[in-house]
């Protein structure tokens, strides 16, 4: 069955730097479009980033333009989410998302950006 786990959040002061990871299986990696969403409290979920097949990335939330960046390694069926420079409002829940004949979700990460 598939499965997506993702690690690598955590805490950091403003400025600071994650990166995410999400480790996949159950399905063929290297054949799908990839995405991150995040979900701060009490808002609804945000779709950051998606990365093709192709390798073709979007940042989709304008607030990570420029500051994050969406990765995938075929070979080890993982994928990435680098953050650098986190502001107090990436506080959030990430998770990793892929479609295979349904929607899959991650349970997620947090990640809590202070200053």
């Known amino acids: 069955q598939v499965q997506l786990v993702e690690s690598g959040g955590g805490s950091v002061q403003t400025g600071g730097s994650l990166r995410l990871s999400c480790a996949a299986s159950g399905f063929t990696f290297s054949a799908c479009s990839l995405k991150w969403y995040r979900q701060a409290s009490g808002k609804e979920r945000e779709l950051v980033a998606t990365?093709?097949?192709?390798?073709?990335?979007?940042i989709h939330a304008d607030s990570a333009k420029g500051r994050f960046t969406i990765t995938r390694d075929n070979a080890k069926n993982t994928l990435y989410l680098q953050m650098n420079n986190l502001r107090s409002e990436d506080t959030a829940v990430y998770s990793c998302y892929v479609w295979w004949g349904r929607d899959y979700w991650g349970k997620g990460t947090q990640v809590t950006v202070s200053s």
């Open positions: 990365i093709t097949s192709a390798g073709g990335i979007t």
